[in-house]
């Protein structure tokens, strides 16, 4: 069974940084993008950041400059560095993976569970 397992959401007042992490574990034969999404209440999910298996990354324009993903392939492993943490960025976290399970099967999305982080002002 495929999982995606997410880590290090929390409490942190406004100007603060935390670190996101997600492990997939599980069979698979390649990852081709990972990444962060979010949804705050009352509000649709959304791309935050995501980085591809060749190492470029896209970010939201609300994140640009104070978030880094990056991702350990050896590990099958995705962060999000997130400084300067802002209120509007209080939301759950939901870590993405698009890959194949084995070499001749099609790519498909898969997601974790979400990790809430919240910013207080």
């Known amino acids: 069974q495929l999982q995606l397992e997410e880590s290090g959401g929390g409490l942190v007042q406004a100007g603060e940084s935390l670190r996101l992490s997600c492990a997939a574990s599980?069979?698979?034969?390649?990852?081709?993008?990972m990444g962060w999404y979010r949804q705050a209440p009352g509000k649709q999910r959304e791309l935050v950041a995501v980085?591809?298996?060749?190492?470029?990354?896209n970010y939201a324009e609300s994140v640009k400059g104070r978030f880094g993903i990056s991702r350990d392939n050896a590990k099958n492993t995705v962060y999000l560095q997130m400084n300067s943490l802002k209120p509007e960025d209080t939301a759950v976290y939901y870590c993405?993976?698009?890959?194949?399970?084995?070499?001749?099967?099609?790519?498909?999305?898969?997601w974790g569970q979400g990790t809430q982080v919240t910013v207080s002002s």
């Open positions: 980085i591809f298996s060749g190492g470029s990354t």
């Open positions: 599980g069979r698979m034969f390649s990852i081709n993008v």
């Open positions: 993405n993976a698009v890959l194949r399970r084995n070499y001749d099967s099609y790519e498909r999305n898969y």
